[in-house]
């Protein structure tokens, strides 16, 4: 038998979608990853990894210049699986353990917090955003292990938090010296490989009105109404900027570049005009866009919709780029990492692989420029059904992903 | 010396203002009134007045059809002032002591929460709303007990919990016993003679959308985005309402029946798709409208603005009626309280009464409909500034609606 052959009949699928469950029972929301990460390091050791845990020091991670975070974080812990040699070409597999919250739980037709597998999918929250791609890369080194085959090169299993507000695990990742020739996020691309991401900078708005008694309401001013028009001027900037994109690797998407607003907040009492309102979104950007340029128009959008309002001209609304703020990454198609991942993956799913870049931001921004690291995402499951309720991710793409990714570490890092 | 020159003598225009700068010293935001109204009764002890103070039994009151609260309240007292014999008529003069919350206090250019002298006029929240005219009230009774003088009906001064959201303090005086011949309100109408109310209901309302990661925003639905022909239909309403309104006593106001959208929420992470936004709000009742038709009317506005759009056809927006139910009131201009009221004031100040109507909600209903009492409001300061930051009442008001109330009591209720 072929030694990738051996290597491939290992995989321990039952064993892979126990694992997904038992991290979906553990919630992890953004901020609170220290029980998630401690059984994943658990886990590690079960397959026969060398773990490194520790904790984040976040004083000194909040001095650089890429650092962002929204939550009031008060610790993190970085997890970080080794096996392989120091002789080949060494290979990060990267995946966030923090979910996002579960929205209104009452609206799920399934357990928030608890796999469930049914109908061939695993649901629950961070299914497939993304336990599911991160038990991928446990279990294809798992079933290099089990079949006592030695990589070359070393590789690395990330286990991340605070993915979702900034990246703050994956930086921590690098700060401690955490780099290789390539790096592959299981982030959930449906088993596409991107090796282009959009950016998405998030922000923060906040429109001043004057209160009044909601009885002479027209003798104050609604920061609701005042919020209209920097909100048509949003909604313009957005179907504007998404009509130029002309990458062959956003070709599919409606929205390359959305705009995105997901928290308002306004006033503090039914009969008072509200004085102020707040609103917080996320800003997408072109893969090869200029940062500041892209700032720079979103703040004109909301300067002249201020301009042409006779109250937000003298009280023009702030704007803080607060929280997430992901900037694009690209890595050739033709780099050996995204070759060697294609090839494997049409020989361990017999189809052929499809290139697409994704919208999302993701922790390999912070791989690509702050670690310099050639980097690509794939990843089991769909993004659309992420942040979600009744977020899943396909068991069948879960066993496709854990071979691609076998065959990727070892064709990557060689083997003996 | 005349009796009345005597007692209009007596006023404690010092005593007045530092009442009333006690008082905001206090803050009683509604809920949490129970520091205040001992203070309050303690004010009444001194002037003279029989004090009766009782804790308000919610669970009872709650059963009340004209019940309604919007605050967690978990208890309430009841302060009511007694002097006078049983011999002529009767008279309550009514104020609450509950304010609405100060707002973002940073933008206060003068302390919140204490009672600021300067340029005629005392500042903080509740001067105007309306701890001013409750200290007028309670210093007419002052310096008619320290003029000597005897009324020979009944005067009963009611210092009054939870106005702001349902009224509650002055339900629950009513339900204890306390009736008279005629009531005054000091709410401020700018010593103008209210003998109208519009009435108001608060209404809170949902609108569902779908949750989708920002990235793929087009896959979710807004409940923003669906919010907008909502709110769009109802500002249309208030817009069509407002051009039908005839009453002379509210021909001075822009919105004689405001719709006012105080509070929105909406989605909880700025990359996730808002699953649901909530937004209340108070919906203004003409004088002599029927309630009910006029929340059909509502009603269907919403209604309609869902018809026309394929999602919310499908997902209908929720209207819940909640908290403060402000219905209308009306006393006629002819009555000897309102005529007995104008002739007081044109004595007290040497202007002409003017009558108008407001379009806040107030205590009034639960007075004239529940408590069957021909009520009217009067009292210093402008509603404007209520509710509002930098809220203040004007000193000369303050004195004005003294002398005009200490001389309506001696007429109304008789005197030796």
Redesign the interface.
């Known amino acids: 038998m072929k030694t990738e052959d051996r290597v491939l009949g290992a995989i321990d699928v039952d064993g892979l979608l126990g694992s997904v469950s038992d991290l979906i029972e553990i919630p992890s929301v953004t901020g609170e990853e220290a029980k998630a990460q401690k059984r994943v390091a658990e886990v590690m050791r079960e397959i026969g990894l060398d773990v490194d845990v520790w904790e984040i020091d976040l004083e000194t991670l909040r001095l650089h210049p890429h650092f962002s975070m929204?939550v009031d974080r008060r610790e993190g812990v970085g997890v970080v699986g080794v096996m392989g040699e120091a002789q080949g070409r060494s290979l990060i597999l990267n995946g966030h353990i923090d979910v996002?919250?579960a929205?209104?739980e009452s609206?799920w037709s399934r357990p928030t917090w608890k796999g469930t597998v049914e109908d061939g999918r695993i649901y629950g929250r961070g299914a497939v955003?993304m336990k599911g791609g991160l038990c991928c890369a446990l279990y294809a080194a798992k079933a290099v292990l089990d079949a006592g085959v030695k990589l070359n090169g070393r590789l690395l299993v990330e286990s991340v938090v605070g993915e979702?507000d900034g990246g703050v695990g994956t930086l921590a990742a690098i700060l401690r010296g955490y780099r290789a020739d390539g790096a592959i996020i299981m982030e959930p691309t449906e088993l596409k490989i991107a090796p282009a991401q959009?950016g998405?900078h998030?922000?923060?708005i906040t429109i001043q009105g004057?209160?009044?008694?909601?009885?002479?309401?027209?003798?104050?001013v609604?920061s609701?109404e005042k919020f209209m028009p920097v909100?048509n001027a949003l909604m313009d900037l957005e179907k504007r900027r998404n009509t130029g994109v002309k990458d062959p690797l956003f070709a599919t998407y409606?929205?390359p570049i959305?705009l995105?607003?997901?928290?308002?907040?306004?006033?503090?009492?039914?009969?008072?005009?509200?004085?102020?309102?707040i609103f917080?979104?996320?800003y997408?950007i072109g893969v090869d866009e200029d940062v500041s340029e892209a700032r720079r128009v979103f703040e004109e959008a909301v300067a002249r919709a201020a301009s042409l309002d006779d109250w937000l001209k003298k009280h023009p609304p702030t704007i803080e780029w607060w929280?997430?703020q992901f900037n694009p990454a690209r890595t050739s198609v033709d780099h050996p990492l995204t070759t060697t991942l294609a090839k494997a993956y049409q020989d361990a799913t017999l189809s052929g692989p499809v290139y697409e870049g994704?919208?999302?931001?993701s922790d390999m921004r912070h791989l690509v420029n702050v670690g310099k690291i050639p980097t690509v995402l794939f990843g089991p499951g769909d993004?659309?059904l992420?942040?979600?309720?009744n977020e899943y991710v396909p068991v069948d793409d879960l066993v496709k992903a854990t071979r691609t990714l076998a065959l990727t570490m070892m064709r990557f890092c060689g083997h003996s």
């Open positions: 929204e996002v919250s929205g209104d609206n955003d979702e959009a998405a998030c922000f923060r004057q209160s009044a008694h909601a009885c002479v309401r027209g003798e104050g609604s609701l909100y409606r929205l959305p995105n607003i997901g928290i308002v907040q306004c006033g503090n009492w039914p009969s008072s005009v509200p004085e102020k309102l917080e979104g996320r997408g929280g997430g994704v919208t999302y931001g993004v659309r992420s942040h979600r309720l």
